[in-house]
């Protein structure tokens, strides 16, 4: 519908009428999507109405057709800022885009996935993952390795004697933290101007007996005299000042230090006593598994005031597992392992033991699994028929067998864990009911620490705070031997003889990670075998 003009206008004055009223409204627009200022409110059509019948003017201008917010709309016309920047920019931004995803994609160059047929390639592979390749770069053990070397530092600033006692779980780190103070010790000794300290290293369970670790000794120190024994030859030389004084501060580490545990405790007593005579030389740096084996077997060191500090390594972590396993592979020019896998492993070995040994086993296994599938494939592809569409067919399969099989997937892992930790143990114990589990939850929770047997009392009481915890009511005490005993002829425990039931000493005759791993699928359990964890999410 045109729209009226005034009497006596122009008949271009509506156009020009037009344009004038749309410049209003996209300036108004403007306006309002900055925020100085809101557009009129909005005549109704009621008020239209009645001035038409009171003879007032008409709206000389038509509404706009359909008018968007200038806020969706911002980038939509071609004068609009965003538009106006690309066309007069649009070739120098494109330029520089592309050129910076160049550079993040050959920051992060995946690497081929390598050849399981390779010979060369295969031993280079497992040699990497085998436990007694030694790492170029040990991480996670920072921390522990830093409070070993400043405790060694101090002693031969000082030129004191000192004892120090490194313990953890099995496959933390421990021997080989040692192995990289004793080089930087070295290397700081001879950098800061000070004596080079004599080293001797001593697995115990090399030893043909007990003492002979004083020979050891000894024979770093001077000839040995046949008048008197190592340990009193040592005994007397770190008594005099006047014999020890030229001598070099010398550092013993003796790893699996729990083997010179004798009835008497003699042997394992006197090594730590060597470190306090007043003209000792010796720092000493005891490894074993045991948490509590300074408190149980050395009670008269602490009467002297002179117990051996304590640095505890421990169990591997999740992703501590996952950082070593990716530094061992980082320096193989392919990849082997598809990330999930390695997190696959990281996670079931962390949460059974956080043995890192384990976990290299189990990638080793992992990559067997591989091989067996390689033989497996290339043995079921029959090429001796003659359909060629049945060849084709063939020929894509084999293509596609080499694509998928040259990484170690998830199934494999999955596999070679099962493999390591799916044994009969694990299937019987998860079959067990829910008092038995409890049990031998409560026997790994009493062994921890290097205690290897217990009364049935005793295990009864831990069995008692374990169900008073889940919230559980539980058995008495005769229910409970006569679950020990059910326990025991299946292998799983091991019973002694005794007077009364409550007095028969108990064994695990199997694996604690056995255990773990069997019942760390019930929540309950891993929390109550999570040690340390006061705050238990139940």
């Not at 470190?275 to 077997?297: E, H, K, V, Y």
Request: aromatic share 4%.
């Amino acid at each position: 519908m045109p729209s009226i003009a005034g009497n006596g206008s122009p008949p271009f004055a509506v156009d020009e009428l037009k344009r004038t009223k749309a410049v209003k409204v996209e300036k108004s627009g403007e306006v309002r999507a900055s925020g100085d200022s809101t557009p009129g409110k909005r005549r109704l059509r009621s008020n239209s109405a009645a001035a038409e019948e009171d003879g007032g003017p008409i709206a000389t201008t038509p509404s706009p057709t359909k008018w968007k917010s200038p806020r969706r709309c911002v980038n939509g016309t071609p004068n609009s800022p965003a538009n106006r920047i690309t066309k007069e920019y649009g070739n120098k931004l494109g330029k520089s885009d592309k050129s910076l995803v160049k550079k993040l994609s050959d920051a992060f160059i995946e690497k081929p996935n390598w050849n399981p047929r390779d010979v060369e390639q295969l031993s280079a592979v497992k040699d990497k993952l085998h436990v007694s390749t030694a790492p170029c770069t040990l991480v996670c053990r920072e921390d522990e390795q830093k409070r070993v070397l400043q405790f060694c530092r101090q002693c031969i600033e000082q030129e004191k004697a000192g004892s120090l006692y490194v313990c953890g779980c099995p496959g933390t780190g421990k021997s080989l933290s040692m192995e990289r103070v004793k080089e930087s010790l070295i290397k700081w000794a001879k950098e800061a101007g000070f004596q080079q300290p004599d080293v001797l290293t001593v697995n115990c369970t090399s030893l043909t007996n007990t003492s002979e670790i004083f020979s050891k000794i000894v024979g770093k120190n001077q000839p040995q005299k046949k008048t008197t024994s190592p340990l009193q030859n040592l005994q007397n030389l770190y008594s005099q000042k006047q014999q020890s004084a030229g001598m070099k501060m010398m550092l013993i580490i003796a790893d699996e230090l729990d083997y010179l545990i004798t009835k008497d405790r003699a042997v394992l007593h006197d090594l730590f006593m060597l470190t306090t005579f007043p003209s000792s030389r010796c720092i000493l740096i005891g490894i074993a598994n045991a948490i509590d084996l300074a408190d149980r077997f050395l009670p008269r060191l602490q009467s002297l005031n002179c117990k051996p500090m304590v640095v505890t390594f421990r169990a591997y972590s999740k992703d501590q597992i996952m950082l070593i396993l990716q530094q061992r592979l980082k320096d193989l020019p392919y990849t082997v392992f598809q990330p999930q896998a390695l997190e696959l492993c990281a996670r079931k070995v962390a949460a059974a033991c956080g043995d890192m040994r384990k976990a290299l086993c189990i990638c080793r296994s992992a990559i067997e699994m591989l091989e067996a599938e390689l033989r497996e494939s290339v043995c079921n592809l029959d090429l001796s028929s003659a359909d060629i569409g049945f060849l084709d067919q063939r020929s894509q399969a084999c293509d596609l067998i080499k694509q998928n099989s040259r990484i170690v997937r998830v199934d494999h892992m999955a596999i070679a864990l099962s493999k390591t930790y799916r044994s009969p143990v694990v299937d019987t114990i998860q079959s067990l009911p829910q008092h038995q589990q409890i049990i031998l939850c409560s026997a790994v929770k009493l062994f921890r620490g290097g205690k290897k047997d217990a009364t049935i009392g005793e295990l009864s009481k831990s069995y008692l705070d374990i169900c008073k915890l889940i919230l559980i009511p539980p058995v008495g005490i005769m229910e409970l031997s006569s679950m020990c005993r059910v326990l025991g002829d299946q292998g799983i425990l091991k019973l002694g003889q005794a007077r009364e039931d409550k007095l028969r000493r108990v064994t695990l005759n199997v694996d604690e990670a056995d255990i773990a791993f069997a019942l760390q699928g019930i929540r309950v359990f891993r929390n109550c075998l999570n040690a340390g964890n006061k705050n238990m999410d139940l």
